[in-house]
């Protein structure tokens, strides 16, 4: 998709963020696999969409309509201070947690490492269920 210097457009970074109004500066690098697009006001962005046609999307999260709509990963549901493992990718080991919350985001899962004391946010493949003996 081409954009042109003073369009409105759409923008945000992630699959999860809500849609912002922008004016389209200009692409500040353009790749196959990337685009990252500068609008006036100097913020840059990963995903721009154009404004028109797609006005349902401002302010709200979703795909707009000519994108290919892309698979929701699948995120397991713990319950609040359930018992978990956390991957302690240092030690290559599974290490005790409790589990916290949740979000949309890449790393979705903040769990309480027990043995550290310490918050902190994991990736899906990286929080499981406790082992129980």
């Not at 100097?42 to 979703?62: H, K």
């Not at 000519?66 to 991957?87: G, I, N, R, S």
């Not at 790393?107 to 946010?121: F, G, Q, R, S």
Request: net charge negative; aromatic share 14%.
């Amino acid at each position: 998709m081409e954009f042109t210097m003073g369009q409105r457009v759409l923008c945000r970074d992630r699959d999860y963020e809500k849609w912002y109004p922008h004016v389209f500066c200009k692409y500040l690098d353009k790749t196959e696999d990337n685009e990252h697009f500068l609008v006036f006001g100097g913020w840059t962005f990963e995903q721009c969409v154009p404004l028109e046609g797609n006005e349902a999307l401002i302010y709200n999260d979703g795909d707009s309509p000519d994108q290919p709509e892309k698979p929701k990963p699948v995120v397991t549901q713990y319950e609040f201070l359930e018992h978990v493992e956390a991957f302690d990718g240092e030690r290559q080991q599974w290490v005790p947690a409790l589990y916290v919350k949740s979000d949309g985001s890449d790393t979705p899962h903040n769990v309480l490492l027990l043995e550290y004391k310490i918050l902190d946010w994991f990736k899906e493949p990286e929080v499981r269920r406790a082992v129980r003996s």
